[in-house]
Nanobody, 118 residues
Framework: VQLQAYGGGSVQAGGSLRLSCAAS????????MGWFRQAPGKERRFVAS????????YYADSVKGRFTISKDNAKNTVYLQMNSLKPEDTAVYFC????????????WGQGTQVTVSS
């Protein structure tokens, strides 16, 4: 599976962005997908994930109620809708795929920059 994330940009606090992650490969629909982010000088951290069929989603406490992850298997794309953005959401965002809920994320996209100004 090859992943390409896009949709980042610069917004003011309180604004919204939608990130997309396009995947290649016929088995995309069988993968759990996740979003991670890495702020300057910090480790990469989990943001959100969704199971292969879209039935279950998980979020980091810091984004609950503001971010929504979704998956369109017909379009081989996973989305991250980000609302009420805060300056602390500034980071490079990565999408990732894993074969099962207990597997490591084996496939990673290249990252897209999100910058939120106060």
């Amino acid at each position: 599976v090859q992943l390409q994330a896009y949709g980042g940009g610069s917004v003011q606090a309180g604004g919204s962005l939608r990130l997309s992650c396009a995947a290649s490969g016929r088995t995309f629909s069988s993968y759990d997908m996740g979003w991670f982010r890495q702020a300057p000088g910090k480790e990469r951290r989990f943001v959100a994930s969704i199971t292969w069929g879209g039935g279950s989603t998980y979020y980091a406490d810091s984004v609950k109620g503001r971010f929504t992850i979704s998956k369109d298997n017909a379009k081989n794309t996973v989305y991250l809708q980000m609302n009420s953005l805060k300056p602390e959401d500034t980071a490079v965002y990565f999408c990732a795929a894993r074969a099962t809920v207990i597997s490591d994320y084996a496939y990673w996209g290249q990252g897209t920059q999100v910058t939120v100004s106060s």
